[in-house]
C-alpha cells in the first residue's frame, strides 16, 4: 500500500518557535509538495520540489521554507512561528511523469500556534 | 491567474438521493481536471479525473464531465449513500508538476 506518512497529527507550539514538520514517502517520487488547508480556502500550494534540494516556491511561501536532502523525505520548517500559521498541512506526492498524474496525500498535521 | 470555484456546502442529503456538486474553473491552456475526496480524520484522495475536453472521469458511482465550452466539471451521483459522507474538492493541475489548485471545498453529509 502506498504511503505518504506525516510525523505528527497534531501539534501545539508557541509563538516565535521553529517548527518542523516532516513527510516521508515511500513510492519513489519526484515530485513533494506542501499544502495548507483551511476553512473556506480549500488548499493552497506553500512549496513544492522536484528533485533533491530543488524547492520552488508556491502560492503563499512567506514565513515558511522546506528542505529536501533526500528523495524519500520534505520537511517543512516555519522559522518563527505566528497564530495565523494555526492550519492543517498537508503532504504530498506524485511522480515526475506531468500534469494529469494523482497525487498522494498524507493524512495532515493540524498544528495550533499558541 | 488559474482559479476554481465550486459550490458553498454543506450538502445534506438523505440515502439514495442524487448528488451533484458545481465546479467551475478559470485556466490559461489546457489544464487536467481532478475530484479529490477527503474522509474525516484522513488525507485527500483522488476520486476522479479528466485531461481533456470531453472526458468523462467515473469512479465508485460518481462521475464528472470536462466542459471546456462552460468551463466546468460538476460532480455527480445518481444515488447516495451514507458513507459517501466527505468533504469533495475540485482541483486543476497546472504545470508539468502537477501542481494542483483547489477550490474551496464542498461538505457533503448523507442521511439514513
Known amino acids: 500500500d502506498v504511503k505518504v506518512t506525516q510525523s505528527s497529527r497534531y501539534l501545539v507550539k508557541r509563538t516565535g518557535e521553529k517548527v518542523f514538520l516532516e513527510c516521508v514517502q515511500d513510492?519513489?517520487?519526484?515530485?513533494m509538495f506542501w499544502y495548507r488547508q483551511d476553512p473556506g480556502l480549500g488548499l493552497r500550494l506553500i512549496y513544492f520540489?522536484?528533485?533533491?534540494?530543488?524547492?520552488e516556491k508556491g502560492d503563499i511561501p512567506e514565513g515558511y521554507s522546506v528542505s529536501r536532502e533526500k528523495k524519500e523525505r520534505f520537511s517543512l520548517i516555519l522559522e518563527s512561528a505566528s497564530t495565523n500559521q494555526t492550519s492543517m498541512y498537508l503532504c504530498?506526492?506524485?511522480?515526475?511523469?506531468?500534469?494529469?498524474?494523482?497525487?498522494?496525500f498524507g493524512q495532515g498535521t493540524r498544528l495550533t500556534v499558541v | 491567474g488559474d482559479s476554481v470555484t465550486q459550490m458553498e456546502g454543506p450538502v445534506t442529503l438523505s440515502e439514495e438521493a442524487f448528488l451533484t456538486i458545481n465546479c467551475t474553473y478559470t485556466?490559461?491552456?489546457?489544464?487536467?481536471l481532478f475530484w479529490y475526496v477527503q474522509y474525516p480524520g484522513e488525507g485527500l484522495q483522488l476520486l476522479l479525473k479528466?485531461?481533456?475536453?470531453?472526458d468523462k472521469g467515473s469512479n465508485k458511482g460518481f462521475e464528472a464531465t470536462y466542459r471546456k465550452e462552460t468551463t466546468s466539471f460538476h460532480l455527480e451521483k445518481g444515488s447516495v449513500q451514507v458513507s459517501d459522507s466527505a468533504v469533495y474538492f475540485c482541483?486543476?493541475?497546472?504545470?508539468?508538476?502537477?501542481?494542483?489548485?483547489f477550490g474551496a471545498g464542498t461538505r457533503l453529509a448523507v442521511h439514513p
Open positions: 504530498a506526492s506524485s511522480p515526475r511523469e506531468g500534469g494529469a498524474t494523482e497525487a498522494f
Open positions: 513510492m519513489d517520487h519526484e515530485n
Open positions: 520540489s522536484y528533485d533533491v534540494k530543488m524547492k
Open positions: 485556466a490559461t491552456g489546457y489544464p487536467s
Open positions: 479528466a485531461t481533456k475536453a470531453d
Open positions: 482541483a486543476l493541475s497546472r504545470g508539468g508538476y502537477n501542481k494542483l489548485i
